[in-house]
């Protein structure tokens, strides 16, 4: 994985070819040992309000595909976004594997022995009570509805995704492209006669111009976007959507009148020669309500295909969704202590006419994340019934020969088809 320096704050050392404290094998440039995970220099530094300027991964980078069957997955995953002003790359290399319902990420030491996260979204399914609203959409669908509905707001968001996140990185996104680029995404997918595009493209563009009303009220700045980390403390992984500076607020109208009003009493007072303390008082306490200053945030997507009714309402977020942020507040903290998240917020996009909108939730004091630590423990129980297994199927049939499906646990395939990819790559670690 590529590494970035930290302009004008600390530099990189180089590490050493070996781990002196366990004696692995390194990569080139790498800041702690990617087995035992000593440390070789400086802690990671701290985000700062940089200009925008960093590194960006394409798209076709950003996702390093190991292997793919129709229902397994394995790909390298880097940050798609990094401020090149405010943050280096460690050198540890991070992929991630889909097995069923299951995301898991993982880590290798230098004979593949894979160090196995389960994903945030995955270990709050696991865990977490589904809500009643959640029971009733079940009891109302057949299997197949249901799923249907489901995948198709899951496809719907992540092209939703991709878009405003490129906006975010480019500062530009080309409107009559929307329809073409949801083509290219459904095509790639193999889904591309699944779903209405017309449709989605009329629905997709006015989602994209909420987000972009978004960046424009808050003034956002990106600092890291779809960035993977994972939990050693809570053994879970997963990939950031937005790391931002922010403004923290966005004055309504009512605030700026009662300001405009403190201003007017107070200019009247200081003209006739009365006294104003008070007024000064109430002036600051009228503009401070309308000043915004400038935070870190961690922002977490969540798009909803337009009016279609069986994906939820717009604006409404669950407590699955206040987790997965504190969640993902502590993977940032473990990895990098240094950095200060101020707010946790959700955004999503209304459906708006005439001038673009959206829910923007701070979910930063939200109750239920008290009931993360009870929820580890529970994680923690279930993960030890949980013997994660792939089958592994013949990829040649011949007659005469009886087909064969063996079953084999996580790791050990893992194991394997880095095995195997190393000898594809020609003995280049992948």
Not at 153 to 176: E, M, Q, W
Request: hydrophobic share 35%.
């Amino acid at each position: 994985m590529d590494n970035l320096e930290v302009k004008n704050s600390i530099e990189i050392n180089t590490s050493p070819t070996v781990c002196p404290a366990c004696n692995a094998n390194q990569q080139p440039h790498a800041t702690n040992c990617h087995f035992c995970g000593a440390s070789f220099t400086k802690p990671p530094a701290i985000f700062t309000n940089g200009n925008g300027n960093g590194r960006i991964v394409s798209r076709e980078t950003f996702d390093k595909t190991i292997y793919k069957s129709n229902d397994l997955t394995v790909e390298e995953v880097k940050a798609l976004y990094f401020d090149k002003d405010a943050l280096f790359e460690s050198g540890i290399r991070l992929y991630r594997i889909n097995v069923g319902s299951n995301r898991f990420y993982y880590k290798l030491d230098e004979l593949f022995n894979p160090d196995i996260f389960h994903s945030v979204t995955s270990f709050l399914q696991m865990v977490v009570v589904k809500g009643f609203g959640l029971i009733e959409f079940y009891k109302s669908k057949t299997k197949a509805e249901a799923e249907a509905i489901m995948n198709e707001g899951a496809d719907y968001g992540t092209v939703c995704h991709i878009l405003c996140t490129d906006f975010l990185i480019n500062g530009k996104l080309n409107v009559p492209d929307i329809e073409l680029r949801i083509a290219e995404y459904l095509r790639d997918q193999g889904k591309q006669f699944r779903y209405d595009i017309t449709k989605w493209a009329e629905h997709m563009r006015n989602d994209i111009f909420a987000f972009v009303q978004w960046v424009k009220d808050y003034d956002v700045k990106a600092l890291a976007v779809e960035i993977p980390l994972i939990s050693k403390k809570n053994g879970t992984g997963g990939m950031l959507d937005i790391v931002c500076v922010m403004n923290d607020r966005l004055p309504n109208k009512t605030q700026i009148e009662a300001r405009d009003k403190a201003q007017k009493a107070y200019d009247k007072a200081k003209k006739a020669k009365e006294p104003v303390r008070k007024l000064r008082k109430a002036l600051k306490a009228a503009q401070d309500k309308i000043t915004p200053r400038r935070i870190n945030a961690l922002v977490d997507i969540k798009s909803k295909i337009g009016s279609f009714s069986e994906n939820g309402n717009r604006g409404t977020f669950y407590a699955e969704h206040e987790l997965q942020l504190h969640e993902y507040r502590a993977l940032l903290k473990e990895n990098f202590p240094a950095l200060k998240i101020q707010k946790l917020y959700n955004w999503s996009p209304k459906n708006w006419i005439g001038k673009p909108n959206y829910n923007l939730k701070d979910q930063t004091e939200a109750k239920s994340a008290r009931k993360l630590k009870a929820y580890h423990l529970l994680h923690k129980f279930e993960m030890e019934d949980l013997n994660p297994t792939v089958t592994v199927y013949d990829t040649v049939l011949e007659s005469g020969k009886s087909p064969e499906a063996r079953i084999v646990d996580l790791k050990t395939f893992i194991q394997n088809k880095h095995s195997e990819s190393l000898e594809i790559q020609g003995g280049e670690k992948v």
